[in-house]
């Protein structure tokens, strides 16, 4: 396996997230686009993993809370799709959660979709607790999950999940 780096994002970087982005945005590039822009300018950060020529395999942004000076969000958690390189998602989780904790925050909160298994299983090994569910109005049976992970484990149920990168 190539030897991999974490790394700020930056601009360059985009030309090769523009088709990850397709995966969350149905196929809308330019969603994606003003949303990694939006996420290169603080008080956003947004951080890729990188080979070791500096190709990204994982990228991950979070944003601070509007409501709150000890919260955040992660968003735009993606790997490329397949064929899709191993053991990159949860490196990055880790990384999002050590930045949140530099950063102060108390709270780490992430949206997916229920039916995201990958995405379910590894915020919820690593800690996450499902706080808020509610129904996708563009499809029946689909519904968008809230999940936090909070400093110390004050959520009911605690953080007992391994954050280990
Ligand atoms: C979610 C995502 C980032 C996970 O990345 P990844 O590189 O597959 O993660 P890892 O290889 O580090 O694996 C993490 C865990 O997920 C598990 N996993 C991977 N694919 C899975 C699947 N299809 N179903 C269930 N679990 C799965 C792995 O087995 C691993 O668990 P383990 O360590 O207990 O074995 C990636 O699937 C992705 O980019 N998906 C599309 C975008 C997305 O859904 N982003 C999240 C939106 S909030």
């Given at each position: 396996m190539?030897?991999?780096?974490?790394?700020?994002?930056?601009a360059?970087?985009?030309p090769?997230?523009?088709p990850w982005?397709?995966?969350?945005t149905a196929?809308d590039?330019r969603v994606?686009?003003q949303?990694?822009h939006?996420?290169?300018?603080?008080?956003?950060?947004a951080?890729?993993i990188?080979?070791?020529?500096?190709?990204?395999v994982?990228?991950?942004?979070?944003?601070?809370?509007?409501?709150s000076?000890c919260?955040?969000?992660?968003?735009w958690?993606r790997v490329?799709?397949?064929?899709r390189?191993?053991?990159?998602?949860?490196?990055?989780?880790a990384?999002?959660?050590?930045?949140?904790a530099?950063?102060?925050?108390?709270q780490?909160h992430?949206?997916?979709f229920?039916?995201?298994?990958p995405s379910?299983?590894?915020?919820?090994?690593?800690g996450?607790?499902?706080v808020?569910?509610?129904?996708?109005f563009?499809g029946?049976?689909r519904?968008y999950?809230?999940?936090?992970?909070e400093?110390?484990?004050?959520?009911q149920?605690?953080?007992g999940?391994?954050?280990?990168?």
């Amino acid at each position: 396996m190539d030897e991999r780096c974490e790394r700020p994002a930056v601009a360059e970087d985009l030309p090769l997230l523009l088709p990850w982005g397709a995966e969350l945005t149905a196929g809308d590039e330019r969603v994606f686009a003003q949303a990694f822009h939006q996420a290169l300018r603080p008080p956003a950060e947004a951080w890729v993993i990188a080979e070791a020529r500096g190709k990204p395999v994982g990228l991950c942004a979070l944003t601070p809370s509007a409501v709150s000076s000890c919260a955040g969000f992660l968003e735009w958690l993606r790997v490329p799709p397949a064929p899709r390189p191993p053991g990159v998602g949860r490196p990055l989780v880790a990384l999002a959660l050590r930045r949140s904790a530099e950063r102060g925050w108390r709270q780490l909160h992430v949206y997916t979709f229920g039916e995201n298994r990958p995405s379910l299983h590894l915020y919820l090994d690593m800690g996450f607790l499902p706080v808020a569910t509610w129904r996708d109005f563009r499809g029946p049976g689909r519904h968008y999950v809230q999940l936090c992970w909070e400093a110390g484990g004050d959520l009911q149920g605690g953080n007992g999940g391994r954050a280990g990168g």
